[in-house]
């Protein structure tokens, strides 16, 4: 046997703990991935179908057949319709809107959900009844249509409804998918806990009727609160009220809507704005303030003689507020 040195002998030892330290991977095991991956698929379900969904931007896929069913059939549409559909999302209520209507105009914001709805039509015989708008729908002009369908994204609730109820031309309705607490105020009257600024407003130009309750378990990912769905039907002719004029009535009287409309209308800042609002009105058509005008004396004069000074908000309905609206204009206040 050759000699072997103890110069050799240690570097021999040192190899071998080397080699030792390094432990061999056990084969066929599992490679868990890091932990961000784990999160990054959407435990809560926002990989359910094509790109992952952004709740900051209100997406939340209805999922459910029977219920996107329900919402067509409460549009009552025809095969003449145009559709305008806001929030298509993948395509789950656009397929059923496809079926019926002449065409559908789809507005995304989202470039990646506009992609999949166009590869889920492409090549099929609904492709050519649709065509995807993308961008904001509260910073375009809305096309003709006759029917809106809308999954809303609940951030553009409000914007969205006034929108549609000032489009021209007057469309025939619109079928809305809203938080519930906000539909639920749009079809809230006179004595309800929920009737307000925004019920007043919206139904003075359409008639408003809740359609059905959606659970949270029929979107996915699930949002936070419940969801109903409203049919509008826009007034034709619509009313002929200034909206300026008649929002600025109505924001005073529901500044506290259980005061009385004597107390709101005594605020100091709101009497200063009506006075102002007066005097530019009398300069802008050649009328002359008469001497000791007292724009409090005039307003609660006005209440007084309607017999609303006692009135609350909370319990007038439109009629009401028309009635006492004219009277205040035939005295020259104004409120814008």
Known sequence: MPKITTQQLRKNTQ???A?????????????RPPRAAQKDGAADGSRHF??????NLGQHILINPLVSQGIVDKAGLKQTDTVLEVGPGTGNLTVKILEQAKRVIACEADARLAAELTKRVQGGPLQHK??????DVMKRDLPFFDVCISNTPY??????TFKLIFHR??????VLMFQREFAMRLVARPGDSLYGRLSVNCQLYSKVTHVMKVGKNNFKPPPNVESSVVRIEPLNPPPPVDFAEWDGLVRIA???KNKTLAANFKATATMQMLEANHRTFCAAN???VEDGFQIKGAVLGVLEQLGYGETRASKMDIHDFLKLLSAFHDADIHFC
Do not use: D, W, Y
């Open 19 to 31: 080699n030792a330290a390094v432990k061999p991977a056990t084969i066929g095991a599992p490679q």
């Open 130 to 135: 649709l065509e995807i708008l993308h961008g």
């Open 15 to 17: 190899a071998s703990a």
């Open 254 to 256: 529901f500044s506290r």
């Open 50 to 55: 094509g790109p992952m969904f952004n709740k």
């Open 169 to 174: 031309p007057i469309f025939r309705c619109a």
């Open 155 to 160: 951030q553009i609730s409000s914007p969205l």
């Open 286 to 288: 050649g009328r002359i």
